[in-house]
């Protein structure tokens, strides 16, 4: 994406020039005068399709396969900084304002809207428990986002000494941290496999104690796994209370 709002593709092994997939920054006000600082803000992938959004808060949505299956969503009336997929049918925008919507694919249009305490958002992941994202803004803290209750259901999940950059998941479930603009963070996720060495160790204590504090963990495989045992241990307990 460069300052003239539109989208270029080119080779990744040379310096070929393909095409171009889309501009913005066109027919908004559907006045002749030309647009100025025009941009290209943020864009991401999913499988085969591309999406990506510019001056208007307009987001194409294209096919890389078919580039004339191609279509426009009027998402934001202000900049958007960060896109992610949720799936094939649903994309999520963050903009400055501090607005997170979800997109439908299917009929190109807003589903759903969330409001969160900052601004200025610029990145969102999806997280390994798939009901749930991560928003980075203009804060030290990240924000943790409940989908299916569409709701932030934590505004500091993580804090950091300075404001957030960026973040991005490694493929191991490690979360990576851009602080600043310049310092570079990687910190290891609470995750089920924590759960299930605290229940080998028969920590049974200290693997509430991580549940409670990270909502991701909640409704885990892992998490009914301790409900089990803890059901069954809760039970020899009371009738050994008896018999004795």
Do not use: W
């Not at 030290?140 to 409940?146: E, F, P, R, Y």
């Not at 409900?227 to 004795?244: F, H, P, Q, R, T």
């Amino acid at each position: 994406g460069g300052k003239h709002g539109r989208v270029m593709q080119y080779r990744y092994d040379a310096s070929s020039h393909l095409s171009r997939l889309c501009s913005f920054g066109q027919n908004i006000s559907k006045s002749k005068s030309r647009v100025q600082n025009n941009y290209v803000s943020a864009f991401a992938f999913k499988n085969n399709i591309f999406a990506s959004t510019g001056y208007g808060g307009v987001i194409t949505i294209l096919k890389m396969n078919s580039y004339t299956n191609r279509y426009n969503i009027q998402a934001s009336n202000v900049r958007i900084n960060a896109l992610c997929f949720l799936d094939d049918n649903r994309l999520v925008s963050g903009s400055v304002d501090g607005g997170i919507l979800i997109h439908s694919l299917n009929k190109y249009q807003n589903i759903k809207n969330i409001s969160t305490p900052f601004i200025n958002i610029n990145s969102i992941i999806q997280m390994p428990n798939r009901r749930y994202i991560m928003i980075s803004a203009e804060s030290k803290n990240l924000i943790l986002i409940d989908l299916k209750l569409a709701k932030v259901v934590s505004t500091n999940y993580l804090t950091f000494v300075k404001n957030i950059s960026y973040i991005r998941l490694t493929a191991e479930g490690n979360l990576i941290a851009v602080i600043d603009k310049k310092e570079l963070y990687q910190v290891e996720l609470p995750s089920q496999k924590h759960i299930k060495s605290f229940i080998l160790h028969n920590s049974l204590d200290k693997a509430y104690e991580l549940i409670d504090k990270d909502p991701m963990l909640q409704g885990t495989r892992e998490h009914t796994r301790l409900e089990v045992m803890y059901s069954k241990l809760y039970g020899k307990a009371v009738d050994a209370l008896i018999n004795s």
